[in-house]
């Protein structure tokens, strides 16, 4: 075979094949190389409008690594499962608009032979439901007011936010990053800029905002009833113990972000830096506005941080109250069950981290930070032996995840994908997809849902082939699976209705 794959257009750049499932794309001795990850399968699933956007991504001032992840698709501004790495500028797009968009698992103690009755599953769906916040109400009995709203802004997952919802202290012990600040630490000024965008009326409607706290959110958001497999092997079983994994039992899988909070707050972020270019008179990269930047240390760059700490602060406390929410269900329909959080990790954030002995922003789109055993951000935490989990969301029809990184994943800045990938766009989903077909699909896998129809534009058959991706995960050494998680309901915003 050719170690070069050309993509499909004349004019497309050639990936030089490394490996099994890596490759580069060189763009020239001025800028860096694009690392890829996939096999061949998951190489012509990228598409040219994904690679070219990632050479211009690559290309941008500043950028000293850029990664293709086997889930990359076209997105705003780069591929959404991609990663962009730079210790001097800071860029939005690789954040996106919803910050800090996440995945957390509940891990119960429920045998699965507990929910096999569809009727009972059909219970926790609606009492699951009843207890979320939606568009007409706040979530139930959580306290969910505007002051508490504001301090889970400025003050994220700390001791006093989640004693006021109720939360177990000892889940913050399981987030990648438990609270968010900038400008040494100090959360004063996240409040004062909290409070300045209120004022200023840059974030309107603050209140029905904090009442979104305990929902999910539409799109490719959702939670999703599993069983819990463990990997037979070893050492999966050891490290499964160690996260808390319970083979055969219920978990419960969550998708969300930040909401409209967080979206607010990204979208007067692109239009401030995008005024501030048009002010100082500078030129988009690729003269595509959407990779607007901000150079470290800028007030640009500050407020934009900020920012995306108010948001991700919120984003953390949403995770955590939809997993108190569900545990609250879960007892309320099987009395005396018990449940952990097991980790919760971002797939949208910037994060500053040490590589290669220099302090860079990582900046992961659609991609989640994976960091292996004896890595020196996990000292002191529970997963410093381990390797830290890494949660990812396939399909509800084929399953999903959880992988735990290699040394490895070094190649690729400690991240890898954060879930399959579309390989449709939601109108061609519509198009092409039969609502009864993707229907059946799930019933004959015993999967239920709360819509009556399952919504076809995030039906299966629209994202990649999830064995694929994690076979191009596990091929490159960056990750190996501990185990697999089969779907058994699934909550998506919206879909109330279902008998």
């Known amino acids: 075979m050719s170690n070069l794959l050309n993509v499909s257009s004349p004019s497309s750049p050639n990936i030089s094949i490394t490996g099994e499932a890596t490759g580069q794309i060189d763009l020239g001795p001025d ?63 690789p954040v996106g608009v919803d910050i800090k968009c996440s995945m957390s698992l509940l891990q119960t103690d429920v045998p699965e032979d507990a929910i096999a009755d569809p009727r009972v599953r059909r219970q926790l769906i609606r009492e699951i439901e009843s207890r979320l916040a939606n568009g007409r109400k706040p979530a139930r009995d959580q306290g969910v007011t505007e002051e508490s709203g504001f301090d889970a802004a400025v003050h994220g997952g700390s001791k006093k936010v989640v004693k006021h919802f109720g939360i177990p202290q000892a889940w913050l012990d399981r987030c990648e990053t438990a609270k968010h600040s900038v400008l040494n630490d100090a959360q004063d000024s996240l409040a004062i800029r909290m409070e300045k965008l209120i004022r200023e009326k840059v974030i309107t409607d603050f209140q029905g905002k904090c009442r979104q706290l305990g929902s999910y959110g539409g799109g490719n958001h959702f939670g999703e009833c599993e069983v819990v497999r463990v990997v037979d092997s070893e050492t999966a079983r050891k490290t499964a113990a160690s996260f808390g994994l319970r083979d055969g039992c219920v978990g419960f899988l969550s998708h969300c972000g930040s909401r ?52 991700a602060n919120f984003a953390t406390v949403n995770h955590l109250l939809l997993n108190s929410i569900v545990l609250q ?44 055993s004896g890595h020196a951000n996990l000292v002191g935490t529970p997963f410093e032996g381990t390797g830290h989990p890494i949660l990812l969301p396939g399909n509800p029809r084929d399953g999903s995840s959880i992988m735990v990184a290699l040394p490895g994943a070094s190649r690729t800045a400690f991240s890898i994908n954060h879930g399959a990938g579309r390989c449709m766009s939601r109108t061609e989903a519509k198009k ?16 239920l849902s709360n819509s009556r129809h399952y919504p076809v534009d995030e039906a299966p058959d629209a994202y990649k082939n999830f064995a694929d991706v994690l076979q191009s995960v596990e091929q490159a050494g960056l990750a190996q699976e501990v185990a697999k998680l089969q779907a058994r309901f699934v909550i998506k915003e919206g879909g109330s209705g279902a008998d």
């Open 31 to 93: 800028h860096c190389p694009i690392e890829v990850i996939g096999n061949e399968s998951i190489r012509g699933s990228f598409g040219d409008s994904c690679i070219y956007q990632a050479m211009a991504a690559a290309q941008s001032p500043g950028v000293s690594r850029f990664v293709l992840n086997p889930d990359a698709h076209w997105g705003y501004g780069v591929p959404i499962g991609s990663v962009l790495v730079s210790p001097t500028h800071i860029y939005p797009s």
């Open 260 to 311: 409209g909070l967080g979206y607010a707050l990204a979208t007067n972020q692109f239009y401030q830096l995008k005024t501030a270019f048009k002010k100082k008179g500078l030129a988009y990269p690729n003269g595509d506005a959407q990779l607007v930047y901000a150079e470290y240390g800028s007030p640009e760059a500050t407020e934009y941080l900020t920012d995306m700490s108010l948001g």
């Open 329 to 372: 269900a879960f007892q309320k329909v099987l009395p005396g069950a018990r449940g952990e959080l097991v980790y919760f990790i971002s797939h949208n954030i910037a994060n500053r981290e040490e590589l290669d002995g220099q302090y860079v922003w990582v900046h992961r789109k659609g991609a989640t930070r994976a960091l292996p």
């Open 432 to 447: 092409k997809l039969n609502a009864a077909t993707v229907q059946k699909s799930l019933d004959d896998f015993d999967v």
